[in-house]
């Protein structure tokens, strides 16, 4: 069972969900918001396993080239381009499909491997510790979460800490996603990105469900637009200053009191039950 | 036959210089010496990425020899740069004022650039 936490925008509290239900769980945590992972300030394994990400990019020998013009024609991500009697490569705009080595008639493009980032794992107490990171300057951070999800073992609970916002980084966790759990603050601003996310999980054909974070009890918007949707609304995380300063020196919650952990527990209950349904 | 290029928006008379290069509706070319002034649409406006990488081969392919726009990013200047295209940073506004600035020698050269847009 996998299960994506997202959120419209960074800061909601993907990362205190996620560490806190994997923690509660002694299940998989996943980090996948491969541009800014944090989940290791939480969850910090001692010994680490990695591998690298790569991807392939095509290079022109020139001295075999004969200006066709094929590959450049056929790239529909314009990563090549024809000028001053030569092949431009644009690495970063290559989605490394390998067309143009296939179609070049005289042989000239091969392809080589660019390491982008790295998928580790480690155990922290009974949690196992995933997650990816790209290398600083790499534009798209797509394979790096497409590797961390195709190298999860498939049995158990992966809570996925997903990437912010509705990017394709976010799209590609919440499609690999058996269930989507949407993080929000009872805000205006928290509603926009619930609405937002909710279409994302729809595009994919994901259910989802929510948790509010920051909770008090003055704004029900965000319970407003659950009942519109028909988003089941799993937990409510109190707006509580101590939960703020636990957060801020690294710690998990889950693994600090009975009360804290049963918080996290109740969210795992329902979410079983709704994903059962 | 020196060929001046401009990214526009809008088309015909009404067209005004485009503050965006891979993202212009279409490119306005100048012959500077027959005063003839035809329009192409842009054929990286419709590309999912790398706009300005095709909207470059574009100008290129026209055979321009001289490029005004208000800003590039770095891959289009690499690719014009490579193809011995003049840069020129261009006035905003009216097509026609921006072409007379230009063969006025009132335009600056364009040389900074920004980082490529690609989405992740």
Not at chain 1, 62 to 90: H, I, P, S
Not at chain 1, 124 to 145: F, K
Not at chain 1, 188 to 195: A, D, I, Q, S, T
Not at chain 2, 63 to 84: F, S
Request: glycine share 10%; hydrophobic share 45%; charged share 15%.
């Amino acid at each position: 069972m996998k299960i994506a936490v997202l959120s419209g925008k960074g800061g909601a509290g993907k990362t205190l969900v996620a560490v806190n239900l994997a923690a509660a769980a002694n299940a998989r945590y996943v980090d996948c918001d491969v541009e800014e992972p944090n989940g290791h300030l939480f969850l910090t394994p001692t010994e680490v396993a990695a591998e690298q990400v790569t991807v392939t990019v095509p290079v022109v020998e020139a001295a075999t080239c004969t200006g066709c013009r094929k590959c450049v024609d056929f790239c529909r991500f314009n990563a090549l381009a024809w000028v001053n009697d030569e092949v431009m490569v644009f690495e970063e705009a290559c989605k490394s499909c390998g067309g143009c080595a296939v179609l070049c008639p005289s042989g000239a493009i091969s392809e080589e491997l660019r390491v982008i980032g790295h998928v580790h794992q480690g155990m922290v107490n009974s949690v196992e510790a995933w997650g990816g990171a790209i290398r600083p300057g790499v534009v798209s951070g797509v394979p790096v979460v497409q590797q961390v999800l195709r190298s999860l073992p498939a049995n158990g609970l992966s809570v996925i800490d997903g990437p912010p916002g509705a990017s394709c980084l976010a799209l590609e966790t919440a499609r690999a996603a058996d269930y989507c759990l949407l993080v929000a603050e009872p805000t205006k601003f928290g509603v926009h990105n619930v609405r937002m996310i909710h279409q994302l999980t729809v595009a994919v054909d994901r259910r989802c469900g929510v948790v509010i974070n920051k909770a008090t009890d003055g704004d029900t918007s965000v319970e407003e637009l659950c009942a519109e949707l028909g988003l089941p609304v799993l937990g409510r995380i109190a707006y509580d200053p101590q939960i703020a300063l636990a957060n801020s020196q690294g710690l998990v919650l889950a693994w600090q009191d009975d009360a804290q952990r049963q918080v996290f527990v109740d969210i795992l209950d329902r979410l079983g039950a709704v994903v059962a349904q | 036959m020196p060929l001046v290029v401009l990214p526009v928006a809008g088309s015909g008379s009404a067209s005004k210089v485009s503050d965006s290069f891979g993202r212009a509706e279409a490119f306005l070319v100048y012959d500077t010496e027959s005063g003839e002034r035809t329009e192409q649409p842009n054929q990286g406006l419709s590309s999912s990425g790398g706009a300005g990488i095709k909207a470059a081969q574009q100008v290129v392919d026209v055979g321009a020899n001289v490029l005004l726009a208000p800003q590039l990013g770095e891959n289009a200047a690499k690719i014009l740069r490579a193809g011995g295209i003049s840069l020129f940073k261009s006035r905003s506004g009216d097509t026609s004022d921006t072409i007379a600035a230009y063969l006025a020698g009132e335009l600056p050269p364009l040389t900074q650039t920004h980082p490529s847009q690609h989405g992740a």
